[in-house]
Nanobody
Framework: VQLQACGGGLVQARGSLKLSCPASGRAGRIFSSYVLAWFRQAPGKEREFVAATRWGSGVKYYTDSVKGRFTISRDKAENTVYLQMNSLKPEDTAVYYC???????????????WGQGTLVTVSS
């Protein structure tokens, strides 16, 4: 699976950004059993789970700190997973990565496939 995160940038606190991650799998398909996830890594910190969705069912998972502010979605026709981020806070500043694997996990080392990161900077 190949992934490419994009859409980061500089935004003021309480603003919004939408990240996208086009994905391509074998023969152009993403298997329905796969989980697509977003992680983030702030300077000096370990990479942390943000949100995930099951590609087939669309079931979604969020870390507590983003619930009610971030929304993960996927467009199966476009083979793309999105992360809509609203009410951004300075503590959301990080490099955001999309990842994929065949099982859901909140630990980044469990994911085999990664896109390059995209930087999100939230100014106060």
């Amino acid at each position: 699976v190949q992934l490419q995160a994009c859409g980061g940038g500089l935004v003021q606190a309480r603003g919004s950004l939408k990240l996208s991650c086009p994905a391509s799998g074998r023969a152009g398909r993403i298997f329905s059993s796969y989980v697509l996830a977003w992680f983030r890594q702030a300077p000096g910190k370990e990479r942390e789970f943000v949100a995930a969705t099951r590609w087939g069912s669309g079931v979604k998972y969020y870390t507590d700190s983003v619930k009610g502010r971030f929304t993960i979605s996927r467009d199966k026709a476009e083979n793309t997973v999105y992360l809509q981020m609203n009410s951004l806070k300075p503590e959301d500043t990080a490099v955001y990565y999309c990842a994929a694997d065949s099982a859901y996990d909140t630990y980044y080392r469990a994911y085999k496939y990664w896109g390059q990161g995209t930087l999100v900077t939230v100014s106060s």
